[in-house]
């Protein structure tokens, strides 16, 4: 098997492709041949020695938590019947996402249809699931003026869409003319470049007397700030991280001059709700094959690992970023 190694922290030189042994899976497990790996930000930062969800990981390693292919091998435990079929998984602390193989236990698999296509549904397992708990959180309706930031990325793609879905007036706020262009095809009927000072006052402008009533922010800092100030009294706004690599400044005494509320739709959130995060990773799965959801992925070779750490960080990609094998 090929997989991305890295034996030091540092930057995306790390990641380099090595062959290593086949795996073989333990008991409860299968072997997944895998035809998609997703690559997220926190990956980017586990790369240069930041402590994520799980801690700091040990060296050396294979980065990446979320695959999707085919099962080709099963412990002697496991229901023979498994081989063949499509699935897609998050590997959670295990992580070893960028390889040609990857092993996990049965009961974290979630089978799609043989249609679907592999880098899709892994858009699914993370980023899919992430944007169905935003979502839950701004319980949004079709009488919502919705600014999305971020609107061309993965969550941001979904969030989009779903909302335009719901009939909701949706800002779709980014930068760059290639992706206010993805947002506006997506449903987005306002967009602004926040790469362009005076990006709130287009906004204003286009929305007249009309008043942002949600927003989805996963940027924070200065962005994340003005979408706030965008916010009409009564509205809200949904946080989901802070890409820009600081929160958005905030004090209490600012939810009451605005007459708005704040809530995190992350971290604790999404593992308290009824069957956790892998039951929203099914009906995020379940909206890929229904047709509800078409996310936008941005395909890297396993090989170019770097490359795809390189670009999603310095915002050159769109949609989920995925690496194929």
Not at 257 to 284: D, H, M, T
Request: charged share 20%; with cysteine; glycine share 14%.
């Amino acid at each position: 098997m090929h997989a991305i190694r890295q034996h030091q922290f540092g930057g995306p030189d790390q990641l380099v492709l090595e062959e290593l042994p086949d795996l073989v899976p333990a008991a409860g497990q299968v072997r997944i041949a895998v035809q998609a790996a997703g690559v997220h930000l926190l990956d980017t930062m586990l790369r240069d020695g930041e402590a994520g969800p799980f801690g700091v990981p040990e060296l050396p390693m294979t980065p990446g938590r979320e695959a999707a292919g085919t099962v080709d091998v099963v412990a002697a435990d496991v229901d023979p019947t498994w081989v063949g079929r499509h699935v897609v998984v998050h590997l959670g602390a295990a992580s070893g996402g960028y390889a040609s193989q990857v092993v996990a236990s049965v009961g974290t698999l979630i089978p799609f249809l043989d249609a679907v296509d592999a880098a899709e549904a892994v858009a699914m397992i993370g980023t899919g699931r992430t944007a169905l708990g935003v979502l839950e959180e701004a319980d949004l309706d079709a009488n919502d003026v919705v600014l999305v930031t971020a609107a061309a990325g993965g969550l941001g793609t979904l969030l989009v869409q779903a909302a335009a879905g719901l009939g909701c007036t949706v800002v779709g706020v980014a930068g760059g003319d290639a992706k206010l262009d993805l947002a506006r095809s997506l449903g987005a009927s306002i967009v602004a470049d926040y790469l362009v000072d005076g990006w709130a006052d287009v906004v204003r402008t286009v929305l007249g007397e009309r008043r942002v009533t949600v927003a989805l922010d996963g940027v924070g800092g200065t962005i994340g700030r003005t979408a706030f100030e965008l916010i009409g009294p009564g509205g809200r706004m949904v946080l989901f991280g802070y890409s820009s690599g600081a929160p958005m400044p905030l004090e209490a005494a600012d939810l009451f001059a605005r007459g708005v509320s704040v809530s995190a739709a992350i971290g604790p959130r999404l593992f308290a709700r009824p069957g956790g995060i892998q039951r929203l990773a099914e009906l995020a799965v379940e909206r890929l094959e229904a047709g509800v959801w078409s996310p936008v992925v941005d395909r890297f070779p396993l090989a170019d690992a770097a490359d795809a750490h390189r670009a999603l960080t310095g915002r050159r990609t769109t949609g989920k970023v995925v690496l194929i094998p």
